[in-house]
Nanobody, 114 residues
Framework: VQLVESGGGLVQAGGSLRLSCAVSGSIFSISAMGWYRQAPGKQRELVARITRGGSTNYADSVKGRFTISRDNVKNTMYLQMNSLKPEDTAVYYC?????????WGQGTQVTVSS
């Protein structure tokens, strides 16, 4: 499975960004997909996750502001980020869980200025 992320950038606090993760390869083996982030000096943390069945869960810090979704025709996952805060600044990674392991994207930088 290959993952290619896009959509990061610099935005002012209160603004919005949408991240995309294009998935290719053995997508039939994927059981769940998610977005993680890692800020400087901090551990990588789960931001949002969506299962094959469509169930979603979010980190408490992003509930009500971020929305995870997917387009099964385009084999693409999205993360719509609204009301961004400076503490959302991090490298965001796409992740897929599948039988036999998991895969990560290369990461995309999101920077929120105050």
């Amino acid at each position: 499975v290959q993952l290619v992320e896009s959509g990061g950038g610099l935005v002012q606090a209160g603004g919005s960004l949408r991240l995309s993760c294009a998935v290719s390869g053995s997508i039939f083996s994927i059981s769940a997909m998610g977005w993680y982030r890692q800020a400087p000096g901090k551990q990588r943390e789960l931001v949002a996750r969506i299962t094959r069945g469509g169930s979603t869960n979010y980190a408490d810090s992003v509930k009500g502001r971020f929305t995870i979704s997917r387009d099964n025709v385009k084999n693409t996952m999205y993360l719509q980020m609204n009301s961004l805060k400076p503490e959302d600044t991090a490298v965001y990674y796409c992740n897929v869980e599948r039988s036999g392991g998991q895969n990560w994207g290369q990461g995309t930088q999101v920077t929120v200025s105050s």
